[in-house]
């Protein structure tokens, strides 16, 4: 088994175009369907690669589990943004946050693949 790799994202739809993306090319997958439960289990499992997150869901939002999981010391664990979102004010913001790349949907599956495999290492 490949990399653990985390997708945060409300829409299921999404989540599986990302798990069907990236099991196909070895990796793990593993869902949460907002920034709360996504935060959980990046402190839960200790085997997580890096998190690919959207910024507009329900109870926290992508951009709060980023400075959440900074807050709380984790910084071993790169997160990207998937995002219909292009602001320049939001991308600064999750930067800031510590979150290591943005890509926009709908995406590009080759993009998404050559992004996880620089920031897992493989």
């Given at each position: ?19 069907f ?17 996504g935060?959980e289990?990046?402190?839960s ?15 926290m ?29 939001l ?23 050559a992004?996880?495999?620089k920031l897992t290492?493989?």
């Open positions: 088994m490949g990399k653990k790799v985390l997708i945060v994202d409300d829409s299921r739809t999404i989540r599986q175009q990302v798990n993306t990236l099991s196909r090319n070895g990796y793990e997958v593993v869902e949460a369907e907002d920034g709360q439960l935060l289990k990046i402190k499992e200790s085997d997580i690669a890096m998190v690919i997150s959207d910024v507009n869901m329900p109870n939002n992508g951009l709060e589990m980023v400075e959440a999981v900074k807050a709380a010391g984790i910084e071993n664990i790169p997160i990207i943004m998937l995002t219909t979102e292009g602001s320049a004010e991308i600064a913001r999750a930067k800031a946050a510590g979150a290591k790349g943005w890509l926009v949907k709908p995406f590009e599956p080759d993009q998404l693949i992004a996880v495999g290492g493989g």
